[in-house]
């Protein structure tokens, strides 16, 4: 046992420095969630200020506020899963079928270079393009119609949040049903080519059915992202005019909490949302492992 420690030392000692980092930035601070069952008093501190109990999440319920952020937190989840789930399938199986391997490669790389844009960088470029006087406006107007407030309605608004976080991401779930494509024994389109099947036939019964554990394995995972509706992106697009469609849950607790200093309120909901998010993880994973016998332990 000694020896076997004394050969593997440098790895832990690698290890070390990633350890302590996670031990400070991650697990100690867990210690501040009794915030939410506090009203917190900064020149007490979290650890002297009197407890509440339930009252931060009595106060949450009774506010208008709660129910518009968890809907607008679940059907902008929704939606980008959805059509986040379903354009990276169909895009994969177009791109398989093309047989010029140059422009194959080229397509696959364009789509994916979103996926390494920051959206801090994304939210400029959308705000020139969507604003009053910017491009998508102008190109409206050269057909006679008016100018539309894109980041300042919330169906438009809405639209574009869920459009281009699927544009920027959807590149990267290609690579993951092309790599599960690769995987297909090259025999089984043989013996269809050999039984007169058309393209078509062999997308339905062969290929769909080569990737059908990873759909429903990725399709299962995404269950998770429920509450995760995108901070970083909404928070640097988003304006008081669009709250109705687009305040989520993370940003209610950052203007909760870091705006408004109301800490023990931005607790409440963010324990709220990981413990939702704990037990979705949980399921999630629980139907991987069993139609897709997607297992971590």
Do not use: C
Not at 184 to 209: F, H
């Amino acid at each position: 046992m000694r020896s076997k420690w004394s050969e593997q030392i440098h790895f832990n000692l690698m290890l070390l420095p990633g350890m302590i980092l996670v031990l400070l930035f991650t697990i100690w601070p867990m210690g501040g969630i009794v915030l939410a069952f506090k009203h917190f008093i900064p020149t007490k501190g979290i650890w002297g200020s009197p407890w509440t109990g339930w009252e931060n999440y009595s106060y949450l319920f009774d506010t208008p506020v709660a129910l518009r952020v968890f809907k607008n937190t679940v059907v902008i989840a929704l939606m980008k899963i959805g059509f986040g789930f379903l354009i990276p399938i169909v895009f994969a199986l177009m791109l398989n079928e093309l047989r010029i391997q140059w422009f194959k490669r080229t397509v696959q790389t364009i789509v994916y270079l979103p996926h390494f844009l920051s959206w801090v960088l994304l939210a400029g470029i959308l705000r020139d393009f969507f604003a009053v006087d910017g491009i998508v406006n102008q190109m409206l107007g050269m057909f006679g119609i008016n100018e539309i407030m894109f980041l300042g309605e919330n169906f438009w608004f809405r639209s574009i949040i869920v459009g281009s976080d699927i544009w920027k991401e959807f590149g990267f779930g290609t690579i993951i049903y092309l790599a599960a494509l690769t995987g297909i024994n090259p025999s089984l389109y043989e013996a269809a080519d050999i039984d007169g099947a058309t393209r078509m036939q062999k997308l339905r019964y062969v290929t769909l059915p080569g990737i059908a554990t990873t759909i429903v394995l990725v399709g299962t995972l995404s269950l998770q992202n429920v509450l995760n509706a995108g901070f970083d992106q909404i928070f640097n697009l988003y304006n008081t005019l669009v709250y109705d469609s687009s305040d989520i849950i993370d940003t209610y607790v950052y203007r909760a909490g870091i705006e408004e200093g109301h800490y023990e309120v931005g607790t409440a909901i963010g324990l709220l949302k990981s413990g939702v998010s704990f037990i979705l993880i949980i399921i999630s994973y629980g139907l991987a492992s069993r139609f897709a016998n997607y297992r971590i332990f």
